[in-house]
């Protein structure tokens, strides 16, 4: 990831420095996004055209639990390898699950990109069984667009298919297997076109979040892709409370780019805060006009992505409203289901034989198991004790911090990031 951060960043301008270490926690490390000073050019004048800011930052996407992909450059090509192939992954500690990635990931590493450049991608299937890739969103030759049977013949188990084409669009696209079920095993990952120059506002922050939902019967690591409900719900492959919190400076202007590829819808929520819709699948949003919301629905094979400024200081979730997926392992064990003796009167009970007798009606429905330590890392350091028996599902946490704060956490990061490089 730290490869290809550089390679980003060699792609538009110089970065500053770093923070300094404090201390080491054991999960994976994503350095904080470092905006970006673009070169002066002509804004682009596509069908995604939309208002730039002369001279505006761009910020590189930060996808938290997710690496980005490394690239190298060829004769002014940038080329991507990608591995598709089994991933054993951890949706919280001690939940495995086997699924199906990209270069050992679930979701896929990030590709990150600039309109007008020229990609080539090589992909190769370690599958046991024919594959083929499609770029979701994205205006390209067809030949290139990935359709099994219809634009190329799918790639063989162990075979190879290169795809190059100019990138023509800027914004939220993603990447994915175009056999259906194998979608559901989890082969998903984002591809962001940064524009030419930043949007108008610019941001700060710059996150990119995948929602996946997997359907894992007891004692089974495998999902079960022809499943229609689901008991495990996921931002960037972790289910809460061991998704990464997002963390931003007080006043700082945020895009967050959610992307959906599963079976459900999504109405995503934020705490504390409202957001206006900026960009689609389809690209930036060409109107000033500014509805505000604080929660937006992204469908299924949608993306949204929504801009706010952090004004309001404190720990904040950012969840799928939907009530069975702000929960993990979703079984119909709650209200009188939950124990055979439910409906039977407490000792001592004068109302025997009523219905319900001796208890309260619906008890028990919602369970919390605080796991705060089990999922610690340099993004949870302050939170309130306690914090993970409420952030449970498709839930992560939107932290408005003081900088000595956010410095401090940078330094608990880099730290941790030293110390894994030693082992």
């Known amino acids: 990831?730290?490869?290809?951060?550089?390679?980003?960043?060699?792609?538009?301008?110089?970065?500053?420095?770093?923070?300094?270490?404090?201390?080491?926690?054991?999960?994976?490390?994503?350095?904080?996004?470092?905006?970006?000073?673009?070169?002066?050019?002509?804004?682009?004048?596509?069908?995604?055209?939309?208002?730039?800011?002369?001279?505006?930052?761009?910020?590189?996407?930060?996808?938290?639990?997710?690496?980005?992909?490394?690239?190298?450059?060829?004769?002014?090509?940038?080329?991507?390898?990608?591995?598709?192939?089994?991933?054993?992954?951890?949706?919280?500690?001690?939940?495995?699950?086997?699924?199906?990635?990209?270069?050992?990931?679930?979701?896929?590493?990030?590709?990150?990109?600039t309109e007008g450049d020229r990609v080539r991608l090589n992909v190769e299937n370690r599958l046991p069984e024919p594959f083929s890739m499609h770029w979701h969103g994205l205006?390209?030759?067809?030949?290139?667009?990935?359709?099994?049977?219809?634009?190329?013949?799918?790639?063989?188990?162990?075979?190879?298919?290169v795809y190059e084409f100019t990138l023509k669009q800027n914004g939220t696209f993603f990447y994915h297997?175009?056999?259906?079920?194998?979608e559901m095993m989890g082969l998903i990952g984002l591809f962001i076109i940064h524009p030419r120059r930043a949007y108008t506002p610019h941001v700060d922050r710059d996150f990119g979040v995948i929602l996946q939902e997997w359907a894992l019967l007891p004692n089974n690591t495998i999902p079960n892709s022809l499943a229609m409900e689901f008991n495990w719900?996921?931002?960037?492959?972790?289910?809460?409370?061991?998704?990464?919190?997002?963390?931003?400076?007080?006043?700082?202007?945020v895009r967050i780019r959610l992307v959906n590829l599963g079976m459900d819808h999504h109405p995503m929520h934020i705490h504390g805060h409202q957001f206006s819709v900026t960009g689609?699948?389809?690209?930036?949003?060409?109107?000033?006009?500014?509805?505000?919301?604080?929660?937006?629905?992204?469908?299924?094979?949608q993306a949204r992505d929504i801009e706010f400024?952090?004004?309001?200081?404190?720990?904040?979730?950012?969840?799928?409203h939907l009530p069975?997926?702000?929960?993990?392992?979703?079984?119909?064990?709650?209200?009188?289901?939950?124990?055979?003796?439910?409906?039977?009167?407490?000792?001592?009970?004068?109302?025997?034989?009523?219905?319900n007798a001796g208890m309260y009606p619906g008890y028990p429905q919602d369970m919390a198991m605080v796991m705060d330590d089990m999922v610690a890392k340099p993004e949870t350091y302050g939170l309130r004790p306690g914090w993970s028996g409420g952030t449970m599902g498709m839930m992560t946490i939107v932290r408005v911090v003081t900088p000595e704060l956010f410095d401090k956490i940078q330094a608990l990061k880099a730290?941790?990031?030293?110390?894994?490089?030693?082992r």
């Open 233 to 253: 719900l996921t931002l960037n492959g972790k289910a809460g409370p061991a998704t990464t919190p997002l963390i931003v400076k007080l006043g700082e202007r």
């Open 177 to 182: 297997s175009h056999m259906a079920m194998q």
């Open 1 to 113: 990831m730290q490869s290809s951060r550089r390679l980003f960043l060699r792609g538009l301008a110089s970065v500053a420095g770093v923070a300094s270490a404090h201390t080491a926690y054991a999960q994976h490390v994503h350095p904080t996004p470092q905006p970006l000073k673009a070169p002066v050019q002509p804004a682009g004048s596509g069908p995604q055209a939309a208002p730039h800011e002369p001279g505006a930052e761009v910020v590189p996407v930060l996808s938290p639990d997710v690496p980005d992909m490394p690239w190298r450059l060829e004769n002014g090509v940038k080329v991507f390898d990608i591995r598709v192939e089994h991933v054993r992954t951890e949706l919280i500690p001690g939940r495995v699950m086997d699924g199906w990635g990209f270069n050992g990931s679930i979701p896929g590493p990030t590709i990150q990109v």
């Open 324 to 355: 069975h997926h702000m929960m993990n392992q979703m079984v119909s064990m709650v209200g009188p289901l939950m124990m055979s003796q439910a409906n039977a009167p407490r000792p001592g009970s004068t109302a025997a034989g009523a219905p």
């Open 280 to 301: 689609t699948e389809g690209g930036r949003v060409r109107t000033r006009a500014v509805i505000p919301e604080n929660t937006v629905l992204v469908g299924v094979g």
């Open 415 to 422: 730290e941790q990031a030293r110390k894994a490089g030693g």
């Open 139 to 161: 205006e390209i030759p067809n030949e290139m667009d990935g359709m099994p049977g219809l634009s190329q013949d799918a790639i063989p188990p162990g075979g190879r298919f």
């Open 309 to 320: 400024v952090a004004n309001n200081p404190g720990d904040w979730h950012f969840h799928c």
